[in-house]
C-alpha cells in the first residue's frame, strides 16, 4: 500500500521570496506523483507530474519538483511565489497504471504583500 | 467545453434522508471517481469507476453507494447510514489508470 506525507500543513511566506512543499511518499512499487492546486471551494487542477524520465520536473507558472528514489520524496519549489499562488497544495501517488490515487493532508500556501 | 460538472453546488439536508449527488463528465474518460474532503485530511476516496457498468469500493465506501449506467455519469448517494456526511464531495475522471485526474467543482453537503 502506498502513503503520502506532507510535512507542512501550513506556510506562509512573503511575495517574491521562494517556497518549498515537501512531500514524502512510501510504496513497494513504481509509481506516479502528482501535484494539484485547490482555490477555495473549487475542484482540484493538476499542476505537475512525474511518470518516468527526467526527475525534474516543471509546470507552466515557474512550479518545479524533483522525484528523488532514493529519499522517496518529491518536493513542490517556486523561486519567487505570488500574492496569486496563494491556495491549498495537494502531493498524491498512484501505482503504475493503479485506480486508486493516494493524496496527502494538503499544504496551505499563504503569500503576503 | 470539456470537463467535469457536478450539482448542485451546496446541499442541505435532514438526518435520516439518502441524498443524491450528480457528476457528469463530456471528456470520453474511462475512469470515474468520487472522493470526499474534510479540512486537514486531503481526499479519501470513496468509490471508482474503470469503465461503465464497473465499480469499486475506495477507502471509505460504507454508507455510500455509486452506480455507472452510462460513461459519462456517475452519480452519489449518501444514504442515512453515513453517520457524518457532512463534507465537500469531489467528483473526477481520468482515461485510464494512473492517469491525470480532471476534478469537478465539488458539492458541499450539509446535513442539518
Known amino acids: 500500500a502506498q502513503s503520502v506525507t506532507q510535512l507542512d500543513s501550513q506556510v506562509p511566506v512573503f511575495e517574491e521570496a521562494p517556497v518549498e512543499l515537501r512531500c514524502n511518499y512510501s510504496s513497494s512499487v513504481s509509481v506516479y506523483l502528482f501535484w494539484y492546486v485547490q482555490y477555495p471551494n473549487q475542484g482540484l487542477q493538476l499542476l505537475l507530474k512525474y511518470l518516468s524520465g527526467s526527475t525534474l520536473v516543471e509546470s507552466i507558472n515557474g512550479f518545479e519538483a524533483e522525484f528523488n528514489k532514493s529519499q522517496t520524496s518529491f518536493h513542490l519549489r517556486k523561486p519567487s511565489v505570488h500574492i496569486s499562488d496563494t491556495a491549498e497544495y495537494f502531493c498524491?501517488?498512484?501505482?503504475?497504471?493503479?485506480?486508486?490515487?493516494?493524496f496527502g493532508a494538503g499544504t496551505r500556501l499563504f503569500v503576503k504583500a | 467545453d470539456g470537463g467535469i460538472t457536478q450539482s448542485p453546488k451546496y446541499l442541505f439536508r435532514k438526518e435520516g434522508q439518502n441524498v443524491t449527488l450528480s457528476c457528469e463528465q463530456n471528456?470520453?474518460?474511462?475512469?470515474m471517481y468520487w472522493y470526499r474532503q474534510d479540512p486537514g485530511q486531503g481526499l479519501r476516496l470513496i468509490y471508482y469507476?474503470?469503465?461503465?457498468?464497473?465499480?469499486q469500493k475506495g477507502d471509505i465506501a460504507e454508507g455510500y453507494s455509486v452506480s455507472r449506467e452510462k460513461k459519462e455519469s456517475f452519480p452519489l448517494t449518501v444514504t442515512s447510514a453515513q453517520k457524518n456526511p457532512t463534507a465537500f464531495y469531489l467528483c473526477?475522471?481520468?482515461?485510464?489508470?494512473?492517469?491525470?485526474?480532471?476534478f469537478g467543482p465539488g458539492t458541499r453537503l450539509t446535513v442539518l
Open positions: 469507476s474503470q469503465i461503465v457498468n464497473d465499480f
Open positions: 498524491a501517488v498512484s501505482e503504475t497504471g493503479g485506480f486508486k490515487t493516494i
Open positions: 473526477a475522471s481520468s482515461i485510464g489508470g494512473g492517469d491525470t485526474q480532471y
Open positions: 471528456l470520453n474518460h474511462d475512469a
